[in-house]
């Protein structure tokens, strides 16, 4: 036995290390676009006393991709037209760029133009990042909507394998204003207009924190009313500010434009279970759990039945198997996605369910 495991163990050592040989390098290109109104310019610099080759991997929001490979000399430094390294992928949507080589000391920019600008060009910069700086909180310091004149567009990019259930949160004279989720699929890319992802709840300048159960990678593009952009990397931050503190929200008004940011238990998880679930679930046959109203909770959270795998962990969808059996991913459960027969859950309560775990699965 004792053999065995070290025999495994190096094994794994070996592969890890062959993996981190493979990829020294592994940075990304949030937003790259090669539309009639921007257009941009990859860099990427060679700080290597040797040449290098790079590959640069373009993926749409939609999933389209694109690959292309360049070879970089010693110390030099490559500069390219999106439309010429991905002549595929021209025209919207734009794209995110990961860049992987088997060389370290590698380093790059994106210049975007505002083509249609009255200048025809007016430049804007952003640094290429660093994979491993993806985080799971992202700070956006500065957005819009309108009356403010010209657009801004967060942009967010989801580096790792498993897709990304994201929150965003809008922050204006001192407190939460508004709130909006996403599911980023793996490797992907997700941008709109502020007007769009919060259509109420906030006017004029703002800021934003993303909250992801997957490290994400962000920045944020701004241009004004003559197409001339200008973009800021995101910033990882350690937790998510809350103004609401304890006093448990005051409700907003009308709609759900208030600062409606925590789901409750009582409220909307449980009429959730009782209305898809508790019909097969009411006794303990089902897979050996009751979600009816006043047994599920207690039935759940920190709990396991018949898969003997905790249903909620507190703060960690993908740590709770009771989300995981939602998902049309069965890779990570047995038995059939639930509800049993009837497809996915609608976004909205998928997103009620996977808020509920982040915010500590509370019996609120
Ligand atoms: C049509 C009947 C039916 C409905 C509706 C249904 N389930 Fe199930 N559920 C089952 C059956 C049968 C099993 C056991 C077989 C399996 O795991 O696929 C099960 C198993 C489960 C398990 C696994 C328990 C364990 O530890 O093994 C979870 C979690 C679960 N269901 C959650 C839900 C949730 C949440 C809903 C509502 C969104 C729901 N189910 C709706 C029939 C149903």
Same mark, same amino acid.
């Given at each position: 036995?004792?053999?065995?495991?070290?025999?495994?163990?190096?094994?794994?050592?070996?592969?890890?290390?062959?993996?981190?040989?493979? @990829?020294?390098?592994?940075?990304?290109?949030? +937003?790259?676009?090669?539309?009639?109104?921007?257009?941009?310019?990859?860099?990427?610099?060679?700080?290597?006393?040797?040449?290098?080759?790079?590959?640069?991997?373009?993926?749409?929001?939609?999933?389209?991709?694109? !690959?292309?490979?360049?070879?970089?000399?010693? $110390?030099?430094?490559?500069?390219?037209?999106?439309? *010429?390294? $991905?002549?595929?992928?021209?025209?919207?949507?734009?794209? %995110?760029?990961?860049?992987?080589?088997?060389?370290?000391?590698?380093?790059?920019?994106?210049?975007?133009?505002?083509? #249609?600008?009255? *200048?025809?060009?007016?430049?804007?910069?952003?640094?290429?990042?660093?994979?491993?700086?993806?985080?799971?909180?992202?700070?956006?310091? =500065?957005?819009?909507?309108?009356? %403010?004149?010209? $657009?801004?567009?967060?942009?967010?990019?989801?580096?790792?394998? %498993?897709?990304?259930?994201?929150?965003?949160?809008?922050?204006?004279?001192?407190?939460?204003?508004?709130?909006?989720?996403?599911?980023?699929? @793996?490797? @992907?890319?997700?941008?709109?207009?502020?007007?769009?992802?919060?259509?109420?709840?906030? #006017?004029?300048?703002?800021? /934003?924190?993303?909250?992801?159960?997957?490290?994400?990678?962000?920045?944020?593009?701004? $241009?004004?009313?003559?197409? #001339?952009?200008?973009?800021?990397?995101?910033?990882?931050?350690?937790?998510?500010?809350?103004?609401?503190?304890?006093?448990?929200?005051?409700?907003?008004?009308?709609?759900?434009?208030?600062?409606?940011?925590?789901? *409750?238990?009582?409220?909307?998880?449980?009429?959730?279970?009782?209305?898809?679930? @508790?019909?097969?679930? !009411?006794?303990?046959?089902?897979?050996?759990?009751?979600?009816?109203?006043?047994?599920?909770?207690?039935?759940?959270?920190?709990?396991?039945?018949? *898969?003997?795998?905790?249903?909620? %962990?507190?703060?960690?969808?993908?740590?709770? =198997?009771? +989300?995981?059996?939602?998902?049309?991913?069965?890779?990570?459960?047995?038995?059939?996605? /639930?509800?049993?027969?009837?497809?996915?859950?609608?976004?909205?309560? &998928?997103?009620?369910? &996977?808020? +509920?775990?982040? #915010?500590?699965?509370?019996?609120?």
């Amino acid at each position: 036995m004792k053999m065995k495991r070290n025999l495994l163990c190096s094994l794994l050592v070996i592969c890890a290390f062959i993996g981190s040989a493979m @990829a020294q390098s592994d940075m990304v290109i949030p +937003w790259v676009s090669n539309t009639s109104s921007f257009g941009s310019s990859i860099t990427i610099n060679n700080l290597n006393d040797s040449a290098a080759t790079v590959t640069l991997t373009a993926t749409r929001p939609t999933g389209d991709q694109a !690959t292309a490979t360049r070879e970089i000399a010693a $110390f030099g430094q490559l500069v390219e037209e999106a439309g *010429s390294l $991905f002549p595929s992928l021209s025209g919207p949507p734009g794209f %995110t760029v990961r860049v992987t080589s088997s060389a370290s000391n590698l380093a790059g920019a994106v210049v975007i133009n505002g083509t #249609e600008s009255p *200048s025809g060009s007016s430049p804007s910069q952003a640094n290429v990042v660093p994979a491993s700086d993806a985080a799971s909180i992202l700070l956006f310091s =500065y957005l819009f909507t309108p009356p %403010t004149s010209g $657009f801004a567009a967060p942009v967010l990019v989801n580096p790792s394998a %498993t897709d990304a259930n994201v929150t965003l949160y809008a922050y204006k004279d001192g407190l939460r204003v508004a709130d909006a989720r996403y599911v980023i699929p @793996a490797g @992907a890319p997700f941008t709109d207009l502020t007007q769009n992802i919060f259509p109420s709840g906030v #006017e004029g300048e703002f800021y /934003m924190v993303a909250e992801s159960d997957q490290p994400i990678l962000g920045v944020v593009f701004i $241009f004004n009313s003559s197409l #001339e952009p200008s973009m800021a990397n995101a910033t990882a931050i350690s937790s998510v500010p809350n103004p609401d503190g304890g006093d448990g929200g005051d409700g907003g008004d009308g709609g759900d434009g208030g600062t409606g940011s925590t789901v *409750s238990f009582a409220n909307d998880v449980q009429p959730l279970f009782s209305r898809r679930c @508790a019909s097969c679930h !009411t006794s303990q046959s089902r897979g050996g759990l009751s979600l009816a109203a006043g047994a599920a909770f207690g039935n759940i959270v920190n709990q396991t039945a018949d *898969s003997g795998r905790i249903l909620i %962990t507190p703060g960690s969808p993908n740590d709770s =198997y009771l +989300w995981l059996k939602l998902q049309t991913d069965s890779s990570q459960y047995t038995g059939s996605q /639930m509800p049993q027969g009837r497809g996915t859950l609608p976004q909205d309560e &998928m997103n009620t369910i &996977m808020t +509920w775990i982040n #915010e500590g699965a509370a019996d609120n």
